[in-house]
């Protein structure tokens, strides 16, 4: 459901090394609890795109395994703090998803208005700067300012996503695609590979939703 870049997903790099060399090095160096993690994630993250109220299982899964990864394999406080608010999210999706609906029937895919998408993008920025300034100043990340912004649209676009906000994947769209770029920075060739995988999905799930969308007002009128 969301990530930061100082995450145990990143692995170490060799200076010298090609692409593909580091990524076969980044690839067997992950630990099985990392392929779990890893493949619980995508699995929300498909189920999501087809609107599959069982994808917040597979949610709640990654991220309490990635919790408990943080707290006591990898010792990273603040990415484990954030899973455990994902975590959170995805009790919360699970439930709206199944009874947000009118007398507590499934919930509909719904739209954001203008003015929401102004909010939005208002309280990323505020929250980017907020963030920003707390990942520089008690974390070890190379880029505070980034990873903050990643960090805040990510929360953000969860929020949308427990609604069922249609453009909550336009927000994970430009979140996915801007995250290939900076693990890839990192030398974190392998996360940036799952973050393609992320972006394409996520523009499939826009697709998908705006389809059923489209099919549910047809249905009405």
């Not at 060799?14 to 993690?37: H, P």
């Not at 929020?159 to 979140?175: G, P």
């Amino acid at each position: 459901m969301g990530f930061t870049l100082e995450s145990h997903l990143c692995p170490t790099f060799t200076k010298g090394m090609t692409f593909f060399e580091t990524l076969y090095q980044q690839v067997s160096e992950q630990t099985a609890l990392d392929w779990v993690i890893t493949i619980t994630a995508l699995l929300y993250v498909f189920l999501a795109a087809r609107e599959r109220v069982s994808c917040w299982y597979w949610g709640i899964v990654s991220c309490s395994l990635w919790a408990w990864a943080d707290f006591f394999k990898y010792n990273l406080w603040v990415d484990g703090i954030l899973q455990l608010f994902y975590v959170g999210m995805g009790v919360y999706g699970l439930y709206s998803w199944k009874y947000g609906g009118t007398g507590k029937q499934d919930l509909a895919i719904s739209r954001i208005t203008r003015r929401e998408h102004v909010q939005v993008i208002g309280l990323g920025l505020l929250l980017t700067l907020l963030f920003g300034w707390v990942f520089d100043r008690y974390t070890p990340t190379s880029y505070p300012y980034p990873d903050s912004f990643i960090t805040a649209f990510s929360v953000l676009a969860t929020f949308m996503t427990v609604r069922k906000k249609l453009e909550s994947w336009l927000y994970w769209i430009v979140v996915d695609f801007l995250a290939i770029f900076l693990f890839y920075a990192r030398d974190a060739v392998l996360v940036a590979a799952v973050m393609m995988i992320y972006t394409v999905v996520a523009a499939v799930g826009f697709y998908t939703w705006r389809r059923n969308f489209a099919a549910l007002k047809t249905s009405v009128t």
